[in-house]
């Protein structure tokens, strides 16, 4: 469906020089000279790379209709991972490449998020908080703080993240898949 400049909306996703973009933010410029233009930031949704760009007013573009769907992560063999719709019981495959670090945060049965651009799947998301347990870090000791720092831990899925001195193995913790960050113990 093309589109004009005018209807740009944020989080919309669009078609520009072959590549999929969403709009993170937008402004229409009316300068006292010269045409009106729009300026844009835009995330590659592959790459997650912004770019800015500057489109003339009422400019023409296609735009593109994002779906998320909510699938259960089932299991990897080693090469690609396998997921499951459950709602219908249709498992598919993805392969390791495309999955990519974000198989850090993928815990089975948990749901994620996969992203569709016009039929075409082209990414997933994990939950915004896992629920991971230490598999490995050094011993914690009495009268280590929370003020005392960090160290690292192995999780479960192999993820390592800076966690409180007091943290020991077989605890479970709240990381934030985003960053890669320590929330809270559970």
Sequence with gaps: ????????????????????????????????????????????????RVIDNTFSAGAKMESVRLENKTMQYLYNDGADYYFMDTSD?????????????????????????LLYAADELIGLEPKMFVELEIVDTEPGFKGDTVQGGGKPATLE??????????????EIVQVDTRDGRFIKRV
């Design 157 to 170: 899925t192999g993820a390592v993240v800076q966690v409180p001195m007091y943290m020991n193995v077989g």
């Design 89 to 113: 019981y249709e498992q598919i495959s993805l392969p390791a490449e495309t999955v990519g670090d974000k198989a850090q945060w993928l815990k089975e049965n948990d749901e994620v998020s």
């Design 1 to 48: 469906m093309a589109i004009s400049t005018a209807d740009f909306k944020n989080g919309m996703c669009i078609d520009f020089k072959g590549k999929l973009y969403t709009i993170v933010e937008f402004q229409h410029v009316k300068p006292g000279k010269g045409p009106a233009f729009v300026r844009t930031k835009l995330r590659d949704i592959r790459t997650g």
